[in-house]
């Protein structure tokens, strides 16, 4: 069993909807949750970035955070083509970017 | 750009030959990190440096990958004999400081072995 599972879609909804995407995770260990964002042919962009339990919001994003449940989550208000790519999930059990642990990535497309 | 550079974007290559990558991180920033994504799976951590010193080693990283960072700025990245199983994107990302979250990744190196 992976330490982190995520849906790998693939995700289609029309511009404008709302998007969830979601992880779990089985390491409690782990603190330290991250979103990217990884267009085709590029690297992943960090999107979000949260800390132990709770909710962080950043424009149309939210990030939720479940550690008794060990569930995570994106949301993706007022959602564009642009927003259309591979979303990744990350973990860590330390402070700093060393020693990710991914998900699979969830790949979405919006259409207009 | 400024950003995070790999080169070559794109090798092709015979089982058993050897390869080497190479990473140009952000100027000022002192981690550099190696990561590994197949198609349809997330990266996955193979080492990363502070400086010049490697801190840390994935099991993933065989006796067949070495990676260096002299004089803490750029990075390669060898892999000798390679095998089909090889043929992955190598990501390199850097960030600025110890306790810093933020990952800049380059557009990585795809690997294909014949």
Known sequence: QKEVEQDP?????????????????????????????????????????????????????TAQVDKSSKYISLFIRDSQPSDS????????????AQ??????????TINP | ???????PRHKITKRGQNVTFRCDPISEHNRLYWYRQTLGQGPEFLTYFQNEAQLE?????????????????F????????????SAMYLCASSLGE????????????????
């Not at chain 1, 979303?87 to 860590?92: E, H, I, Q, R, V």
């Not at chain 2, 080693?57 to 700025?73: H, I, N, Q, T, W």
């Open chain 1, 9 to 61: 879609g693939p995700l289609s909804v029309p511009e404008g909807a709302i998007v969830s995407l979601n992880c779990t995770y089985s390491n409690s260990a782990f603190q330290y949750f991250m979103w990217y964002r990884q267009y085709s042919r590029k690297g992943p962009e960090l999107l979000m970035y949260t800390y132990s339990s709770g909710n962080k919001e950043d424009g149309r994003f």
């Open chain 1, 85 to 96: 790519a591979t979303y990744l999930c990350a973990m860590s059990a330390i402070q700093g």
């Open chain 1, 99 to 108: 020693k990710l642990v991914f998900g699979q990535g969830t790949r979405l």
């Open chain 2, 1 to 7: 750009d400024t950003g995070v550079s790999q080169n």
């Open chain 2, 57 to 73: 080693k994935s099991r993933l990283l065989s006796d067949r990958f070495s990676a260096e960072r002299p004089k803490g700025s």
């Open chain 2, 75 to 86: 990075s390669t990245l060898e892999i000798q004999r390679t095998e089909q199983g090889d």
């Open chain 2, 99 to 114: 306790d810093s979250e933020k990952l800049f990744f380059g557009s990585g190196t795809q690997l294909s072995v014949l």
